[in-house]
Structure formats: C-alpha cells, structure tokens
C-alpha cells in the first residue's frame, strides 16, 4: 500500500560526503513527518535526523552541525545531506514516515535500509 524507496548509500572516505534520498509511494493522505534512523553493527537503532510537514526538525547530538534533512513535500520525498563524514558514521540508514493513508489508518512506515560505510 505504502513503499518508501531509499537511495544513495555507499563508500566514503573520512571526511567525505554523501546524499540520502527517500522517496513515498502509494495510498498516501497526508505525511506527517519523515526522518532517518541508522543501526550500526552491535547497536540499537537510533534517530538521526527528522522533519516534520512544516518543516520543523531535529537531530541526533552526535551529527549536529555535519548532517542536514530536508524535504520536498510536492514529492513525498526526504533527503539527509551528510557532510564530514567519521567512521562512527558508519551504518545501515532507514528512512522512516508517518504518514496517513487514504483509506484513514495512520502509522510509521519503514524503508529497506541503505548501507553507508565511512572508511579509508
């Protein structure tokens, strides 16, 4: 019904930077907010970045200053601009969204995750 589409992953080096793209398709109403959580090897998954529909936005302390979300809301599409780039970056990233269906139901949906390893 609802399929979040991920792009942009991959291989940099320390210090480098690279874009994440998520793309919403389906029955959507209406998307609430949108965001990126990451699971490194051994850990939890956290929260990285989120913007919510009017565009208000938070992030995880430790890329603050480094990352930047943003949003096209014509495209239901999210984008996390990360920048200065560590190792510790190193993760599975997921896109997430919560969003309303058409048919009523509201409810977190989840991307398949996209691979960004920091290494030299």
């Known amino acids: 019904q609802v399929q979040l589409v991920e792009s942009g992953g991959g291989l940099v080096q320390p210090g480098g930077s690279l874009r994440l793209s998520c793309a919403a398709f389906?029955?959507?109403?209406?998307?609430?907010?949108m965001g990126w959580y990451r699971q490194a090897p051994g850990k939890q998954r956290e929260l990285v970045a989120r913007?919510?529909?009017?565009?208000?936005?938070n992030y995880a302390n430790s890329v603050k200053g480094r990352f930047t979300i943003s949003r096209d809301n014509a495209k239901n599409t999210v984008y996390l601009y990360m920048n200065s780039l560590k190792p510790e970056d190193t993760a599975i990233y997921y896109c997430?969204?919560?969003?309303?269906?058409?048919?009523?139901?509201?409810?977190?949906?989840w991307g398949q995750g996209t691979q960004v390893t920091v290494s030299s």
């Open positions: 913007i919510t529909s009017d565009r208000f936005t």
């Open positions: 997430y969204a919560d969003l309303r269906v058409v048919s009523g139901t509201r409810d977190d949906y």
């Open positions: 389906g029955s959507i109403f209406s998307i609430y907010a």
